[in-house]
């Protein structure tokens, strides 16, 4: 019989979970949305503790700094098994004594790679796919739907990037946003957001689709590597969608 140690889902509870479980051979750890008990199972919910978490995350940084990074974006993916392969990587590095990254041939850490390798190629996508429209009272706001929660991964990169202007990216499958005043960021809670454009930013638009359809060149056209380069899933927030262009009019989705 196993135990289950079931999380809230927030990384401070996962790290709570992994003090509390580390020692029991037969632990499982996942968040209680995605828990599906068993009948031989038994489960304990387990609340966050800042104190237990910051154990962890102590013993972890004087084995390998660099874990931390990979651990945060398997946290951050969607997978129902993301805190027991977080886990059990994590049990791999304590035994091991050292960093275990390069350890490809171990199935805990190839998990762990792929899951980081994801959540760091969709960030990056992002930093290119995020199209900012300017409101009227001078904010940039940016919706966004990705597969894994990188919202606050965005934030750095384009805080360093528009330096003074205010922003918002905001996650509309997650209902959260990434605030920025100009000066300091923060992740917060959103709901749906209602929109009214700047009057530059609606003739903007107009230039900008017409710039999109001028330079096209149908005989060139390639859905296939377009959609290699530019998933059809991020098409729905991009100002020149393929989709509303004539020259996509055959356009379906695989």
Same mark, same amino acid.
């Given at each position: ?6 999380? @809230? ?18 632990? /499982? ?26 154990? =962890? !995350? ?10 931390? *990074?990979?651990?945060?974006?398997? !946290? +951050?993916?969607?997978?129902? @098994? ?6 059990? *990587? $994590? /049990? ?7 960093? $275990? ?31 900012? /429209? ?12 990705? @597969?894994?929660?990188? =919202? ?10 528009? +330096?003074?202007? #205010?922003?918002? $990216? ?25 929109? =009214? !454009? ?12 017409? *710039?999109?359809?001028?330079?096209? $060149? #149908? ?36």
């Amino acid at each position: 019989m196993s135990t289950v140690y079931c999380t @809230d889902g927030s990384p401070e509870g996962f790290f709570t979970a992994v003090f509390d479980a580390y020692a029991d051979k037969n632990a /499982r750890i996942i968040s209680s949305s995605a828990f599906q008990p068993a009948l031989d199972d038994c489960f304990r919910q387990v609340a966050p503790d800042r104190e237990k978490a910051a154990r =962890v !995350l102590k013993k972890l940084k004087a084995l390998d700094r660099n874990c931390l *990074y990979d651990l945060d974006c398997v !946290l +951050r993916t969607p997978e129902s @098994d993301r805190e027991q392969a977080a886990f059990l *990587y $994590i /049990r791999l590095l304590v035994t091991e004594g050292k960093s $275990i990254r390069g350890m490809l041939a171990s199935p805990e850490v190839r998990r762990v790679r792929d899951l980081s390798d994801r959540v760091g190629q969709e960030r990056h996508r992002l930093t290119g796919f995020l199209r900012f /429209r300017e409101t009227a009272n001078g904010v940039f706001y940016a919706p966004c739907a990705p @597969d894994n929660d990188v =919202v606050e991964l965005l934030m750095p990169h384009f805080a360093a990037r528009f +330096r003074t202007f #205010p922003f918002v $990216i905001h996650d509309v499958k997650r209902k959260l946003a990434g605030v920025c005043d100009g000066r300091e960021w923060t992740v917060v809670p959103a709901g749906e957001a209602e929109l =009214v !454009l700047s009057d530059a930013e609606d003739a903007f638009e107009t230039l900008w689709k017409k *710039y999109y359809r001028t330079v096209s $060149i #149908p005989s060139r056209k390639n859905i296939r590597q377009m959609k290699a380069y530019m998933p059809v899933r991020y098409w729905n927030f991009l100002l020149e969608n393929p989709r509303e262009e004539s020259e996509f009019s055959g356009f379906s989705e695989p």
